[in-house]
């Protein structure tokens, strides 16, 4: 079984930094990529997460299934059937797929870039949906 998780249905406004505020609350996430597009260097609508355990892994599936939508689009989550080793690597070996390994204090942050991102969670039966941002309770 594998520790990726695939997240489908990206807008491409989506950053980094979101997906990884949420995706953090499964459990701690090793690896995030978001590919983009070679000739326009646009994100593609999907992204990779890698957590530190298949049961973290599955339990973030399982967590977040139809309950995260970005600018109005729930996003798909599954656990990644293949993993790929780096098409550049001539030994066939993978390399991690950003360049950031690992976040234990969290990725650095551009406020102004996380005030513009449009998000919503809702509960499960709940009817609840908007796309203001998040409150917090602290």
């Known amino acids: 079984m594998s520790r990726t998780v695939y997240i489908g249905n990206l807008d491409e406004r ?3 930094r979101v997906l990884y505020d949420i995706l953090i609350q499964a459990g701690r996430v090793v690896d995030l990529h978001i590919p983009r597009d070679r000739e ?3 994100p593609k609508s999907y992204a990779f997460a890698e957590y530190e355990s ?3 892994a599955e ?3 399982k967590l977040f299934t139809g ?3 970005l600018y109005n689009r729930t996003l798909r989550f599954k656990i990644s059937t293949s993993e790929k080793a780096s098409p550049s ?7 991690p797929l950003s360049s950031t390994k ?3 204090h969290g990725m650095p942050i551009n406020d102004s870039d996380f005030a513009r991102q449009t998000m919503s969670m809702r509960a499960p039966g709940s009817a609840y949906s908007s796309n ?4 917090r309770e602290d």
């Open 54 to 56: 298949e049961e973290v």
């Open 102 to 104: 690992s976040r234990p």
């Open 132 to 135: 203001q941002g998040v409150d």
């Open 14 to 16: 989506v950053s980094n």
């Open 89 to 95: 690597l001539p030994n066939g070996h993978s390399t």
């Open 67 to 69: 309950l995260v939508t």
């Open 40 to 42: 326009t260097d646009k």
């Open 59 to 61: 339990y973030a599936v």
